[in-house]
């Protein structure tokens, strides 16, 4: 009796093993996500890989593009995947994010540089195949880097004294100085002269005094007899090229506010004022700026006064490194 129960119950057990058996056998098996690379405190998996092989072959189709073989385009994958990990490692560091303001700003810059609201390019996207959500953590990675870019890029950039005497020149040759006087003319009677000596110097002698008491203006208006007599003999401001030669060397001469002497022409004598020159001129504006972080330990019953030195000490060679890889990496992007 004991050795059928014995065997009846071996039979319900192999039954069950094979019932079982045949189950897992018809199920489909789902691999695990596994990672492929460690770069510095982040990790690159499997999947990541395969997702940025589609999106690189994808570039190449719409470039039209040759393809690369698969060990090519999984060897660009990786490098292109590690210099974003170590970017945005640097990024957490230094505290560069993006808002969720700023990405939507940008997103929505693009639906209207072509044309379509937010939804149509939510629309044009999803149908390609792709997905959003991965859209727009691709551009919010774009807009880190050139963030970064910039501060990297602008702290290391070294203008010489050259570029800069060479930009200060530049310009100046495309602002060049100009001349901003007045003018007061006394005409000979004739063209000649010799005929009106006495009038003339007696009208040149009259302005001058006038001059010591009354405006230029005032004065260019009563007895200049020149066209511009009715705007006080204002010339405005005018470049070299543009002046007669007669009134280039005392305009150089002079001061702002300075009149010159009486110069004597052929067709009769001129007084000029200098109201101003215009130049180029740099403007020089210095800003200070200052931004300090900080890492503390604190020395305790457990942790010397040597442990904490030790310690810093490895954090500074762990930094010094990590820096000088990330900027191999970001100058390597900048070409």
């Known amino acids: 009796m004991i050795a059928k129960l014995t065997f009846f119950v071996v039979i319900i057990i192999l039954q069950n093993f094979l019932l079982v058996n045949n189950v897992f056998t018809t199920e489909k098996y789902v691999e695990i996500d596994n990672i492929i690379a460690i770069v510095e405190s982040n990790s690159i998996t499997k999947l990541e ?93 774009q807009l880190i880097f050139q963030q970064i870019k910039r501060r990297i890029i602008s702290a290391n950039l ?4 050259f570029e800069i005497d060479s930009f200060i020149k530049l310009q100046k040759e ?23 000596t006495s009038k003339i110097n007696e009208k040149l002698d009259k302005v001058i005094n006038k001059l010591k008491e009354n405006s230029f203006g005032e004065v260019a208006k009563a ?18 090229d543009e002046i007669p030669d007669i009134f280039i060397e005392p305009l150089r001469s002079m001061n702002m506010g300075e ?34 972080q900080q890492i ?7 942790v010397s006064e040597d442990d904490i030195k030790k310690k810093l000490k490895h954090m500074k060679h762990h930094i010094m490194q990590f820096v000088l890889n990330f900027m191999n990496v970001v100058m390597r992007m900048s070409y």
Not at 230 to 236: E, F, Q, R, T, V
Not at 267 to 290: A, D, P, W
Not at 296 to 302: G, R
């Open 49 to 141: 890989l395969n997702n940025k092989k589609e999106k690189i072959k994808k570039t190449f189709i719409q470039q039209e593009l040759a393809i690369p073989n698969d060990k090519e385009i999984t060897k660009l994958s990786l490098e292109q995947l590690i210099t974003e990990k170590l970017v945005l490692e640097y990024a957490l560091m230094k505290g560069i994010d993006i808002s969720e303001e700023q990405l939507s700003n940008v997103l929505n810059d693009i639906a209207q540089s072509n044309n379509i609201s937010i939804e149509d390019l939510i629309k044009e996207i999803e149908m390609d195949g792709s997905s959003f959500s991965n859209f727009r953590e691709d551009i919010r990675k």
């Open 296 to 302: 503390m330990l604190k020395k305790n019953q457990i």
């Open 174 to 196: 495309n602002t060049p100085t100009k001349y901003n006087y007045s003018h007061i003319f006394i005409e000979f009677i004739d063209g000649n002269k010799d005929l009106s």
């Open 259 to 292: 009149i010159s002497e009486p110069i004597y022409t052929s067709s009769g004598i001129h007084i000029i004022k200098l109201n101003k020159i215009e130049e180029f001129q740099m403007e020089t504006v210095v800003v200070r700026q200052s931004k300090v």
């Open 158 to 161: 070294k203008i010489s004294e």
């Open 223 to 240: 007895y200049s007899d020149s066209p511009m007599a009715k705007n006080g003999g204002l010339m405005g401001a005018k470049l070299i």
